[in-house]
């Protein structure tokens, strides 16, 4: 029996890479495939597939397929991009083994133009979408540590929000869940909200939003966004929450270049983006995942065909955006404007392998969260030195715990020429999703050198320090 080899555009590019280039670029493609009953099948990117070469042209047009990759920023820009790129390979187990192998091809390959109008457009957007982080400053270090101070976001009343994205079935609502849980945020769901918003009797353009579901129109970005800040605003100011200074999780959006150009045209002034969490997933398991979930859902979309085609939307239209909020987060370093060494940028965007158990998928997520809630912990704790420092007890007040001994040799005012500013050696343990602990090497006095370590916590009016421990160096 013969043994047949579908391949699809970019295996292509990895066949050509591995006989004409190298070996590690092959390997680079080969694995971040996704394993499946049926052989290798592919993670993501659609869009991308119309790349594709045949067998008896592959000698031939391998440098020119070789330029077009350099050429497209989806396989130079980053890592992430080019795993995603990678992974729509796809590799069809045969039902036997033979030494005959059959090559198929689908399409024919897009000129370079194609390639360029492709990438000029998401570099267009990304450039014009810089201004997605909102009010964060420029980035601050703290004894070697780098971190965004986010107290502007509360003084100017702006909410943090973290874009959550994935196919259909990719886990993002079960981990979502897992990070209210740990870290206190707010889920919310885009799609939820125009559902609900369509039955408020109070809210304007319910009718309108009802009649564009019901026909599955996509609703105005004007209106999704309207929606979505009267939620941030309600959250904002529940006084019954145990938590101040939440994180929002935004489901589900952006989902194409519109809602993009719609958010940043109008939530700079009222948010702040500080990254995204992708979940990437093969299609063949989220088919799994679906068909089990829909034994108990009750989701009228819950079904294979559903399934595709949400897909198939999710690959045309969200990988784009994603490629989008990547290419901001490149332009940042590159212009200086990113984190600088241990933190990544200002927009921190985690693709996360979703294709593992919930616990495998958690750790990744834990990780992309710790990193995101270091900004808050490392903001609370310089502002308590600097209050320390200017002898502003009321600042200081603010940011303890009312139980906290204040030690006036340590928390008193220090002099202009000794000031809490040298700090070294810090080092941070986010313990949970709201408890911290931040050590580091503080200078007191020209001799008085202590290794000080503060215990935080998330409590209602954001980060405060609980307990703090000094040793003597």
């Not at 990117?45 to 067998?55: D, E, G, I, K």
């Not at 992430?80 to 024919?108: H, I, N, W, Y």
């Not at 129109?217 to 309600?234: C, F, Q, T, Y």
Request: proline share 4%.
């Amino acid at each position: 029996m013969k043994t047949k080899l579908l391949i699809t555009p970019v295996a292509s590019i990895a066949m050509l890479a591995y006989t004409n280039t190298s070996v590690g670029v092959a390997r680079g493609f080969a694995k971040h495939l996704a394993p499946s009953s049926h052989g290798f099948r592919p993670r993501s990117m659609s869009w991308l597939q119309s790349f594709s070469t045949t067998s008896s042209a592959a000698k031939s047009s391998s440098s020119a397929l070789r330029q077009d990759v350099r050429r497209c920023h989806f396989f130079g820009t980053t890592t992430a991009s080019f795993q995603r790129a990678a992974s729509t390979a796809c590799f069809l187990a045969p039902d036997g083994m033979t030494t005959t192998t059959e090559v198929t091809s689908t399409k024919k390959a897009p000129s370079s133009s194609s390639i360029d109008e492709i990438n000029d457009e998401i570099e267009t957007i990304a450039r014009k979408s810089l201004a997605i982080t909102g009010s964060l400053p420029p980035p601050n270090n703290f004894g070697g540590l780098s971190y965004l101070d986010t107290s502007s976001l509360s003084s100017n009343h702006a909410h943090r929000v973290i874009f959550v994205l994935g196919g259909p079935g990719a886990g993002k609502g079960t981990q979502s869940e897992r990070i209210v849980n740990s870290y206190k945020c707010v889920h919310l769901s885009v799609g939820e909200l125009l559902r609900s918003g369509a039955e408020k009797p109070d809210y304007p353009h319910a009718d309108l939003v009802k009649e564009l579901l019901v026909q599955g129109k996509i609703v105005p970005v004007e209106l999704s966004l309207g929606l979505l800040r009267i939620a941030m605003d309600e959250k904002v100011n529940d006084t019954t929450s145990q938590y101040g200074s939440r994180i929002f999780l935004v489901d589900g959006f952006p989902r194409n270049f519109d809602n993009v150009q719609g958010w940043v045209e109008h939530m700079p002034s009222y948010t702040s983006v500080l990254g995204a969490l992708i979940y990437n997933c093969p299609m063949d398991v989220l088919e799994s995942r679906i068909m089990e979930r829909a034994e108990t859902s009750g989701r009228s979309d819950d079904n294979l065909e559903s399934a595709r085609r949400r897909f198939a939307t999710f690959q045309q239209q969200t990988e784009p955006v994603v490629r989008v909020l990547e290419r901001i987060q490149a332009i940042q370093a590159e212009d200086g404007s990113g984190l600088v060494g241990d933190s990544g940028d200002m927009l921190q965007v985690f693709n996360i392998d979703a294709t593992g158990t919930v616990e495998d998928v958690w750790k990744a997520t834990e990780a992309a969260m710790d990193a995101y809630v270091k900004h808050d912990v490392l903001t609370a704790n310089d502002h308590l030195l600097k209050a320390i420092d200017a002898g502003d007890s009321e600042a200081v007040s603010n940011l303890c715990d009312g139980q906290l001994v204040i030690d006036p040799i340590y928390d008193g005012p220090t002099s202009p020429t000794s000031s809490f500013r040298q700090i070294s050696n810090a080092k941070l343990d986010i313990v949970d999703g709201i408890q911290a602990i931040v050590s580091y090497d503080r200078t007191i006095n020209d001799e008085l050198c202590v290794r000080e370590t503060r215990e935080w916590k998330h409590g209602t009016r954001g980060w405060k320090c609980v307990r703090v421990s000094r040793e003597q160096i």
